[in-house]
């Protein structure tokens, strides 16, 4: 995928861009994370990248093809998973859904989603109603269904922005063991520079007014990662400390 | 629940003892006063021969039709009208037009389209009953977390797939409500109907019982109305209690 000076501005040409001039290359099976300021388009940009707004100048190319709508090789894992679920469906029917959308017969559905909630921890929760579950277990809800649609790429909004701590480290790490299974393209949004840094193969800086690239930096710490001894590596706290103080800066 | 079924009946209970008491001692003699004796010897009668029950069933045929009329065309031009809002400002001053116009004023026109009968009976009961369901159903389709719209998107469905996966399960509980409250106006409409001009139906035997002076059956018959109205007023309540889970699986 391939983002090539996409900027968006809301109204006329009158109104302040919210992103300019964007650059960048989501790579095949990298793990991209996009860390920046609140209000700086990080959930703007993913939009873009999902095809549910259209930039303004500039292209969006995925896999050969100029990005004009949504696509279920395109998953979207949004940020408020209780809006996100349908509530009159169970979590079993949830991640039935997309096999529903990709067109797979009923007789198949059954062992696909068994299969998916054994792999999302949620075996237990089949049978129960999203507003039953906890915030984590409704978050994995979703990363099951967008799993289940077999996508390309995984654009991920703050996924575990709402989420307590533990839920989310745990999470975190479930997310990188099914991503190097999978060999899964994922682009992760975060406001969260540490787990920016702990989940990705790379991380873009953005700034904020309008929205544009401070800095693209190769992570390259050894995987797999682990919550204790990564984040204590010399280069985790050094990226971290040098990309702490862009967010500073801008 | 007993005990409240007991408070509630004391009151016709003691006005039918007082009514019957003072009509049979004399100093009750009104011509249009029955006693409620005759009364519910007439409805027992009315019942048993059939003609009670048989009005009935036209009444709630015409009811019914009325209001499948209604559901259909109400939840699908509100479904148009809740999704796009170029269609809604256009449609909109048209319907808040013909909105006010009261049902049972169409009776001549649908006279003369129809002539007597079921038809015209179901369509003045349509009208009716169309709006309350239309303008819930567009607040409901309005309503609609955007973000179920986007997961619609995101996995490409197609119209018809949005609709029944996604739009209409959402919009459900709300629609709901605009069908109860047409539910109510069908029965008043198809009797008004009834006794405005279309002879079938609880209506027309009303008025045939008035102008022939079977007072009492007049009364018989207001009363079995009432019956009916409790009915459905009572089967309306406990599906609005169940409503909770049907409507998003909130319950519990």
Redesign the interface.
Request: proline share 8%.
């Given at each position: 995928m391939s983002v090539q000076k996409v900027g968006l501005t809301f109204g006329t040409s009158r109104g302040r861009p919210i992103l300019n001039d964007v650059n960048f290359d989501v790579l095949e099976g990298e793990f991209l994370c996009i860390v920046g300021p609140s209000g700086c388009g990080k959930t703007t940009l993913l939009r873009l990248l999902?095809g549910?707004l259209q930039p303004t100048s500039g292209a969006i190319v995925f896999q050969g093809h100029r990005v004009s709508?949504?696509?279920?090789s395109?998953?979207?894992v949004?940020q408020?998973y209780p809006?996100?679920l349908?509530?009159?469906?169970?979590v079993a029917g949830n991640v039935a859904?997309?096999l529903?959308?990709c067109g797979i017969a009923r007789a198949q559905r059954g062992a696909a989603v068994d299969a998916l909630l054994a792999k999302m921890g949620l075996q237990n929760a089949a049978d129960q109603?999203?507003?039953?579950l906890s915030g984590g277990m409704q978050q994995r809800v979703q990363i099951a269904r967008c799993l289940a649609?077999q996508p390309k790429i995984m654009l991920m909004d703050e996924p575990f922005g709402a989420l307590d701590a533990i839920t989310r480290q745990s999470l975190q790490d479930e997310l990188l063991a099914i991503a190097s299974e999978r060999r899964m393209t994922v682009v992760f949004i975060t406001h969260d520079l540490e787990e920016a840094i702990y989940l990705g193969d790379r991380v873009i800086v953005l700034g904020a007014n309008p929205g544009h690239i401070v800095e693209l930096v190769d992570v390259g710490l050894p995987r797999p990662r682990n919550q204790l001894t990564t984040r204590e590596d010399f280069k985790f706290l050094s990226l971290r400390h040098r990309l702490f103080g862009m967010l500073q800066g801008h | 629940m007993v005990q409240r079924f007991i408070r509630g009946i004391i009151v016709p209970a003691l006005a039918i003892a007082v009514w019957e008491a003072a009509s049979r001692t004399g100093i009750l003699k009104l011509e249009f006063l029955s006693r409620p004796s005759d009364i519910l010897a007439a409805g027992i009668d009315g019942l048993r021969d059939g003609s009670i029950l048989l009005a009935t069933a036209q009444t709630f045929e015409a009811a019914a039709l009325g209001l499948a009329i209604a559901v259909v065309a109400g939840v699908l031009a509100g479904t148009i009208l809740g999704l796009s809002r170029p269609i809604e400002r256009t449609v909109g001053p048209t319907i808040e037009a013909l909105r006010p116009i009261p049902a049972v004023a169409f009776i001549p026109l649908t006279l003369l389209l129809f002539g007597f009968g079921l038809p015209m009976e179901g369509t003045v009961v349509a009208y009716a009953c169309v709006w309350p369901i239309l303008i819930a159903t567009v607040a409901a389709v309005r309503g609609i977390?955007p973000?179920?719209l986007?997961?619609a998107?995101?996995?490409?469905?197609s119209f018809a797939?949005r609709m029944r996966?996604?739009i209409l399960?959402?919009a459900?509980g709300r629609i709901n409500v605009g069908v109860r409250v047409a539910v109510g106006f069908a029965l008043v409409v198809a009797v008004t109907v009834e006794i405005v001009v279309n002879p079938r139906g609880l209506g027309y035997s009303l008025i045939v019982a008035q102008q022939s002076l079977r007072i009492d059956l007049m009364y018989a018959q207001l009363l079995w109305l009432s019956i009916l109205g409790y009915t459905v007023n009572a089967l309306l309540r406990t599906v609005r209690t169940s409503e909770p889970d049907l409507?998003?699986?909130?319950?519990?």
């Open positions: 999902a549910l709508g949504p696509s279920r395109r998953a979207i949004f408020d809006n996100a349908l509530p009159w469906r169970t859904l997309s529903e959308a109603f999203p507003s039953q649609q | 977390e973000r179920l986007e997961v998107q995101a996995l490409e469905l797939e996966k996604i399960p959402a459900l409507q998003a699986g909130r319950a519990a």
